[in-house]
């Protein structure tokens, strides 16, 4: 397991020197262990379904970059594309084939894209579909469901899942900051609605936009009932409201047209990112064609970016989405169908009670003994004992996500070898979990 032995802990070492000059000694704040306890290791190197950190130690990741790898670490493809577009100039702010090519190939893939625009992150994609939408209806109010994150513009940190769900809400309290975040102004979210999950709200006129995740992955992994998205896309039909599927994770993940594809729901707009960069910054948002003409320069609603299309990003992402053909989606869901029902053993013959869910391809654990539907039961999530599991694996070899809200993404480079190993070491993390709570 051990590739080059260190002497000095080289993971304490950097995080001290991190901390001296990034806060936290982070850029994103799950990675910094907070909730988990303990030092983050810091990656060295990663490889397929393996990552290396800075003391040589191997993990079986399951982190995957939070879905932006599909195929693997530093897959050949993806590797040899950004070096041949490295080797013609990394950024022009002049259009190139590579961006005519990644948008025909989402506007192929994803039903209900007729137009696209690249952005950097899938914030930016969020944050300039809800613009647009705006922009379209000439009205203000969003819907947005709790527990589903966007990202971190102002209008969307209102009640959001993932890493926010860690945040100490007294603190942000004393700060008068809403409940989401210190600094968002209570303007910013003045004209946003927050509402159940899988709850079909009645909407009014004055909507201008629903954002949601088709699947929620960001509480944990909380799927939709039936007839919720349908419903959903029947009231805005209603009102004239536009529909946004925030297909950030789920794009090109769950199925070569997303969540769309398999819910068979057509939203009028549809937010991307992760998958579509192989592993380097870019976002999209895209949709109905009448809607994307409203856009700068055709038309009112402005929208830029200095690296929007960016040639590293754009040969990343193309050969990214050139490995996923019928076979490659086949492999993802049998490969999560045998993650989940190896969790679940696992945790059923310890005696811990966990609610692992499947969605297609993506895999989320819940501590507790009911499935959650929404956010309020997706917080009864137990994360002592996730952090517990979490750090008995990583003593294991095994890399989930530092954070009891984040959802595990098996992708290509995990044989079943690698689940089975995962599956054997969750039987014992589980058992000890188990042991120390009989104990404590
Ligand atoms: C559903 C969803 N939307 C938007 C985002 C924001 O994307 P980014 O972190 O690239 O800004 C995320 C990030 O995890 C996400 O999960």
Redesign the pocket.
């Known amino acids: 397991m051990t590739e080059s032995p260190g002497i000095t802990d080289r993971n304490e070492e950097l995080f001290e020197r991190a901390q001296r000059v990034i806060p936290g000694g982070v850029n994103s704040p799950v990675r910094a262990f907070r909730s988990v306890g303990g030092t983050p290791y810091f990656v060295a190197r990663g490889a397929g379904a393996h990552v290396f950190d800075t003391n040589g130690r191997r993990f079986i990741d399951l982190v995957q970059s939070?879905g932006a790898i599909i195929a693997g670490h530093a897959h050949p493809a993806v590797v040899e594309a950004v070096q041949r577009a490295a080797a013609h100039g990394t950024s022009f702010g002049a259009p190139t084939e590579g961006e005519v090519r990644l948008a025909e190939a989402i506007v192929e893939r994803v039903p209900a894209v007729e137009q696209v625009r690249l952005v950097s992150?899938?914030?930016e994609a969020?944050m300039s579909a809800i613009r647009l939408a705006r922009g379209f209806t000439g009205r203000e109010r969003l819907v947005k469901f709790a527990g589903n994150?966007?990202?971190h513009s102002d209008a969307l940190l209102a009640e959001s899942g993932?890493a926010v769900a860690l945040l100490d809400a007294d603190a942000v309290a004393r700060t008068g900051g809403v409940p989401g975040s210190a600094g968002v102004p209570a303007g910013a979210v003045a004209a946003t609605t927050v509402v159940p999950y899988n709850v079909v709200p009645t909407l009014t006129e004055e909507v201008a936009a629903v954002i949601v995740?088709p699947f929620a992955?960001?509480m944990g992994l909380v799927v939709p009932r039936s007839g919720f998205l349908e419903g959903l896309a029947r009231e805005c039909r209603r009102v004239g409201a536009l529909l946004i599927f925030?297909e950030?994770?789920t794009g090109f993940r769950v199925a070569r047209g997303g969540a769309q594809e398999v819910t068979g729901v057509q939203p009028d707009l549809v937010t991307l990112?992760k998958v579509i960069g192989g592993g380097l910054p870019v976002?999209a948002f895209g949709g109905r064609a009448d809607v994307m003409a409203q856009l700068a320069p055709l038309g009112p609603v402005y929208q830029a970016g200095t690296l929007s299309g960016n040639p590293l990003a754009t040969a990343a992402g193309l050969a990214a989405l050139d490995l996923l053909d019928a076979a490659a989606y086949d492999r993802l869901h049998a490969t999560a169908a045998r993650l989940a029902t190896g969790l679940d053993r696992a945790f059923a013959t310890a005696g811990i009670d966990v609610r692992v869910a499947l969605a297609h391809t993506l895999v989320g654990l819940h501590f507790g003994d009911t499935e959650p539907a929404d956010y309020d039961d997706a917080r009864r999530t137990d994360e002592a004992t996730y952090a517990a599991f979490f750090h008995a694996m990583l003593r294991r070899g095994v890399a989930l996500a530092p954070g009891a809200y984040e959802i595990s993404f098996p992708g290509l480079a995990h044989t079943d070898e690698l689940i089975d190993e995962v599956i054997d070491h969750a039987v014992e993390a589980a058992s000890e979990v188990a042991a120390q709570r009989a104990h404590g």
């Open positions: 939070y992150s899938g914030t969020t994150y966007h990202g993932s995740e992955a960001n925030d950030v994770i990112g976002g």
